[in-house]
């Protein structure tokens, strides 16, 4: 069956460093791989989105990379700031589909 | 405000009453989507609509009934519901499958 894995651990960081999530996935084949904020009680927020044909995007602090081959991606916030701390949501979509489907995220704490 | 506007923000239901979650959009989005998110469980898709049709149902049970009557609004018909129903339902919208808005979600409590 399709799975979404992303570290259920937060990852707790010194502020000023950066922070790096990992988002892999099995038995799918995602058209675009699309990286989301959450913070308690709230909807997410749409960071970043990234195509299967594309190896990186960046915006601003945030970078992202996709490895089609490995079935992965990475999520960097560089210069981290105890604002960025949040549940970071990684999801998925296939080119003949709408399903957008999310994995259960990684908390973030970055500490001042 | 991300253009995607969920009511109500809280609901508390009992079991044998019916109900109805509203959601609209107001973007020009052609998908909209209802999701489920349970304390400490992924967010789990729950319906998807493109163009006013339903393309997904994500197995759920017949005591939530979606309804799409245009492209900018839609809506969740609870009845029945237990318990382990109570989460927050969160609505999104997305043109084709660029990135999704979501709202602010209802917060349903099923006593």
């Not at chain 1, 709230?42 to 601003?60: A, C, D, S, T, Y």
Request: aromatic letters at 10%; one cysteine or more; proline letters at 5%.
């Amino acid at each position: 069956s399709q799975k979404i894995e992303q570290n259920s651990e937060a990852l707790n960081i010194q502020e000023g460093k950066t922070a790096t999530l990992t988002c892999n996935y099995t038995n799918y084949s995602p058209a675009y791989l699309q990286w989301y904020r959450q913070d308690p009680g709230r909807g997410p927020v749409f960071l970043l989105l990234i195509r299967e044909n594309e190896k990186e995007k960046r915006k601003e602090r945030l970078k992202v990379t996709f490895d089609t081959t490995l079935k992965q991606s990475l999520f960097h916030i560089t210069a981290s700031q105890p604002a960025d701390s949040a549940t970071y949501l990684c999801a998925l979509v296939g080119d003949s589909s709408y399903k957008l489907i999310f994995g259960s995220g990684t908390r973030l704490l970055v500490r001042p | 405000e991300t253009g995607v506007t969920q009511t109500p923000r809280h609901l508390v239901m009992g079991m044998t009453n019916k109900k109805s979650l509203k959601c609209e959009q107001h973007l020009g989005h052609n998908a909209m989507y209802w999701y489920k998110q349970s304390a400490k469980k992924p967010l789990e898709l729950m319906f998807v609509y493109n163009f006013k049709e339903q393309t997904e149902n994500n197995s759920v049970p017949s005591r939530f009934s979606p309804e799409c009557p245009n492209s900018s609004h839609l809506f969740l018909h609870l009845h029945t519901l237990q318990p382990e129903d109570s989460a927050l339902y969160l609505c999104a919208s997305s043109q084709d499958r660029e990135e999704a808005f979501f709202g602010q979600g209802t917060r349903l409590t099923v006593v």
